[in-house]
């Protein structure tokens, strides 16, 4: 406990400095700037704000990379609450019920809630890592290829609880999802699949295309449809009640920034889809123990909550394998591993007793990011706000131009841009059909994940499937998930029913 | 400087431009920033060396030179484009074993010819392969490696970086030479295989030295064999696979600069010199050594002759592992 106190003094000090303050400031406010741009999550902003942090001392770059990463994390939040744009796979959660409460009017608590939960979830990330991280991190060592396949399906299995609708449709939507996975070259034998000779596929569809081809473009393609008089209208009409959230909803929000909390941390040390898993589950739990999960879909502010903490929680918790073990969990993390890298500093278990300064004085900034993160955007709330009274006549051109940009920065693709616009196109069928996307983008996320890893589990067992339920981890999730199947079935699939009978059909 | 000496340089220099236009090309270049190309994300390791020694050339010719990443498809998609850029000196790449040996023997897509389509300038550095295994692997050394994956052939398991990759074909060289048979499982690129051989869900993996260096030295993984035909200073200790028996066998992961196909002499030569110079400044030496990498040189000739052996070589392998990528 006292070497933790010392560890901590000397991160504080480290990163209290009038210098590396302003590092921490200037990546959370370029992150905001940038994570706001549609198309612009963690992993692109990183990319090309990466050569810029070159010339500055180490814990230095460091910390503003990692500020970067926080607020293009949380600006991407802000893009899918207002505008239906997840930036990034574990925001899609986030359009779901953030965008609902903002055709409300209330995008102002939708926003606010975001920023305190992630608030809230990165205090308690940034704890867990200071006091629990190297043992953490071996747990991520404990996973190998048959925990993540039993892991991804229980994920899967839980994506059709996101579904507010018809669970026929959900389910198709998440074999759509699946094949969109395959595309592109196949781990195991390295043979493309649907790429049709473009070398532009061979790394598979990009996430960013699909999202914000069937978010973000085809809600665009609907309003057009309603003119622009009847579309404004449900922005503005219904009227801003309040800017910041309620009483009320911030009693209903507690346990789910809680819960999400609690989620976010578990899987957010595990390489691979930590984040994602974190915010989709976090989701599915909050619509299982909600007293109102009929309002899940329409505007519920736990439906924000939960998966916003969860989500931050996870991102927080990424850092620890690669701090502690120098294995990146994701491509941010494996960009952030490059920067220590061209620091002349050597990524690995070694980082922490050799340069104890740099490991806590980055973690002591991951607590101070997030409390500027939330201090500079509880004011801009308001900002934000006023932009969605900006006419569409005006919003959304300018959104699909920074859209375009933001896809084809990605990559340096121009087939991203047409692909993005095939996606569109297809978001706006399925809204017409009353097709949710989500379930086909968790899909989309976890399916290559899946095959990758049933694969590789029996390459390894040669064969044996039974690997999947002698180890004792793998065995767990699958239990889970027959569980989570039981729960699902019998009761849901009467509730909805009702559901639906007693609900005019959500327009 | 006086003036009268101020003149006559630059009558000398009006003589000279009117007599040799293609050395006034060369003192004239660079006059705008130059491009160098990518093939692979930022933060990888041939992002690194390329952005290491980018700066430095930067300097050295008064222009900047832009870092282009242009990622995918195994480090093919950045290459074509530089394979197709205008031939002036103004795009450059960063070439590897993986974008002008491996891929296009092993990929029967790739549009480009890494023979034909390049100038090659020089190489800058070169990372070696290293052979390490899971701690709980009952071997401490090449030879009783061997005689453990005999004893039970087909059992044990190796990571490799994908299908294709340098970590890949590396250890299906040794599986050869030493006629064993240990089982491929691919994972996504060298992180995720590291992690693997770290959890011991495989038993061996032969890294590339930046990415597997920082677990040896913590002793979470053995070091059993380094795959160039000199020990690594970054580990002395550890014997190369050459003289553990194997007279012969090298594999390693080069790193060079390459211009399109027609760039002027004048600007290869100018190139040349600048990069040989970087390449071998001891400071950058050092750099390299931090990251298990060495710095290294040679002529355009012999970056040919380097090509068409390793062409020969990995593509042997490859049609004996029966691997084909499209």
């Keep these: 406990m006292e070497e933790l106190f010392a560890n901590l003094s000397l991160g504080f000090e480290t990163a209290v400095s009038l210098q590396n303050l302003t590092y921490c400031f200037i990546g959370v406010f370029v992150g905001t700037l940038v994570g706001v741009l549609p198309g612009i999550g963690p992993l692109a902003a990183i990319a090309m704000l990466l050569p810029a942090t070159f010339n500055l001392p180490p814990v230095g770059a460091l910390i503003m990379l990692a500020g970067i990463y926080y607020g293009t994390q949380y600006g991407g939040s802000t893009t899918a609450i207002l505008v239906n744009l997840p930036g990034e796979s574990a925001s899609v959660v986030t359009c779901m019920d953030g965008h609902a409460m903002a055709k409300n009017g209330r995008a102002g608590p939708a926003l606010a809630i975001a920023a305190v939960g992630s608030f809230f979830a990165g205090t308690v990330g940034t704890i867990l890592i200071a006091v629990f991280g190297p043992p953490l991190a071996e747990v991520a060592l404990k996973f190998g290829a048959p925990e993540y396949f039993s892991l991804m399906t229980m994920g899967l299995i839980a994506s059709a609880v996101l579904a507010s609708g018809s669970m026929l449709k959900a389910i198709a939507m998440i074999f759509l999802g699946l094949i969109f996975g395959i595309v592109g070259t196949d781990v195991n034998s390295g043979m493309s699949r649907f790429t049709f000779g473009a070398s532009g596929l061979a790394d598979g569809l990009s996430f960013v295309v699909v999202a914000m081809g069937l978010f973000g473009f085809g809600e665009i393609l609907s309003n057009l449809e309603k003119g622009e008089e009847a579309s404004s209208r449900d922005l503005l009409n219904a009227k801003l009640t309040h800017l910041y959230p309620t009483w009320e909803d911030m009693k209903l929000s507690a346990g789910a920034i809680l819960r999400g909390t609690a989620i976010g941390a578990f899987f957010g040390t595990l390489p691979g889809a930590g984040p994602t898993i974190s915010a989709f589950s976090a989701y599915a739990l909050e619509k299982k123990v909600a007293k109102n999960p009929e309002q899940f879909g329409k505007g519920a502010i736990q439906g924000v909550a939960g998966p916003e903490s969860a989500n931050n929680a996870a991102a927080q918790c990424a850092f620890i394998p690669t701090l502690t073990l120098g294995i990146p969990g994701s491509g941010t993390m494996a960009l952030m591993l490059g920067a220590l890298t061209i620091q002349g500093i050597a990524p690995g278990p070694q980082v922490m007793t050799q340069r104890p300064e740099l490991f806590w004085g980055l973690i002591a900034s991951m607590w101070i990011g997030n409390a500027m993160l939330v201090i500079l955007n509880l004011p801009l709330v308001g900002l934000w706000v006023k932009l969605l009274r900006v006419p569409y006549r005006l919003l959304f051109p300018a959104i699909l131009t920074f859209m375009a940009i933001g896809v084809y920065s990605v990559n340096n693709l121009d087939l991203d841009i047409y692909l993005t616009v095939f996606f569109g196109l297809m978001g706006y069928v399925f809204l017409k059909l009353k097709c949710e996307p989500a379930p086909l983008i968790l899909a989309f996320v976890l399916g290559p994940l899946m095959e990758e890893n049933l694969r590789r589990a029996l390459l390894i067992s040669r064969g044996d499937p039974l690997v999947f339920f002698t180890r004792p981890i793998s065995a767990t999730f699958l239990i889970l998930t027959i569980l989570l199947l039981i729960v699902m079935i019998l009761p849901a699939v009467r509730k909805k029913r009702e559901v639906a009978y007693q609900e005019p059909p959500a327009a | ?326």
């Design chain 2, 1 to 326: 400087m006086s003036q009268a000496i101020k003149s006559a340089l630059a009558i000398f220099a009006v003589t000279v431009t009117a007599a040799l236009p293609l050395a006034v090309a060369a003192q004239s270049y660079p006059n705008k920033p130059i491009r160098l190309i990518v093939a692979f994300p930022a933060g990888g390791s041939t992002d690194i060396v390329a952005r290491l020694v980018a700066q430095r050339l930067g300097e050295r010719l008064g222009q900047q030179v832009i870092v282009d990443n242009r990622g995918g498809a195994g480090g093919t998609i950045g290459t074509e484009i530089a394979a197709r850029a205008a031939a002036d000196g103004y795009t450059l790449t960063m070439g590897t074993t993986s974008t002008h040996v491996i891929a296009p023997a092993a990929y029967t897509t790739v549009k480009y010819d890494p023979v034909k389509d390049f100038e090659p300038i020089t190489l800058v550095a070169s990372t070696p392969y290293l052979l390490v295994l899971h701690p709980g692997v009952k071997a401490n050394n090449l030879k009783e490696f061997i005689a453990l994956v005999k004893s039970q052939p087909g059992k044990l398991n190796y990571a490799s970086a994908g299908t294709g990759s340098t970590t890949h074909l590396a250890m299906e060289m040794l599986n050869r030479a030493a006629s064993m048979d240990i089982v491929h499982v691919p994972f996504n690129g060298n992180g995720p295989a590291g992690t693997a051989a770290l959890g011991g869900q495989v038993q061996a993996l032969f890294g590339s030295m930046p990415a597997v260096l920082p677990h040896a030295q913590a002793a979470r993984l053995r070091p059993i064999a380094v795959g160039t035909s000199k020990r690594s200073p970054a580990l002395p200790n550890v014997p190369t696979v050459a003289e553990s028996g194997f007279p012969g066998f090298e594999v390693s992961l080069w790193l060079g600069f390459f211009a399109p196909k027609g760039t002027p002499k004048v600007v290869l030569d100018r190139l040349q010199k600048e990069l040989t110079d970087i390449a071998n400044n001891a400071e950058m030496k050092a750099a390299f050594e931090k990251n298990g990498a060495s710095g290294v040189t040679n002529t355009p000739a012999e970056m040919r002759m380097l090509m068409k052996e390793e062409l020969d070589k990995y593509g042997k392998v490859i049609k004996a592992a029966g691997i084909q990528l499209k």
